[in-house]
């Protein structure tokens, strides 16, 4: 992660820091996702062997999640089955994105799913290990927010 997204452990969250943590983060998730997706829908009717290249995308995402989200907030299934899709968690309408700070340790940035279905998600950043990392998301469902892995 650059430095810039680092902050001392006595240091505030303020909107530059969790702006800037969320645009890093769900710019690697979604080329991630994008080049594996494309790997994975070449590879189905070919009978190679893609072991290493599930290894190196394993390694890829297990560097973004430790670089960017608590190993609370993990998705672990992600990381096993390697999910992806041709219309990434992370592609957000531009405009869509809200952020607050709603304390001095806490922020949420509240974005929309740009394609695929229309999804709203809200992430909960602190700092953690001297960064600001997303320790938590979920998805709304009629009006009530509600849980999922990251």
């Known amino acids: 992660m650059e430095q810039s997204s680092k902050t001392k452990s006595d240091t505030f969250l303020n909107e530059e820091i969790v702006e800037k943590s969320f645009r890093d983060f769900s710019t690697a998730l ?3 996702e994008l080049g594996f997706y494309k790997h994975k829908r070449a590879m189905r009717d070919v009978e190679n062997d893609s072991s290493d290249i599930d290894e190196r995308a394993h390694t890829e995402l ?3 999640f430790s670089a960017h989200v ?3 907030g993990r998705n672990y299934d992600r990381l096993e ?3 992806c899709s041709a219309h990434p968690e992370y592609e957000f309408e531009q ?3 809200k952020l607050e700070i709603s304390s001095q340790k806490k922020a949420t940035v509240i974005y929309k ?3 695929g279905l229309s999804q709203t998600y809200r992430l909960t ?3 953690t290990d001297n960064a600001c990392k997303i320790q938590k998301r979920e998805f709304q ?3 009530k927010w509600r849980t999922t892995y990251v």
């Open 81 to 83: 089955n390697l999910v």
């Open 95 to 97: 405009n869509s994105v």
């Open 70 to 72: 608590t190993r609370k």
């Open 125 to 127: 950043f602190s700092i």
């Open 62 to 64: 297990l560097a973004i």
């Open 113 to 115: 799913k740009k394609h």
């Open 141 to 143: 469902d009629n009006e």
């Open 30 to 32: 979604c080329n991630w």
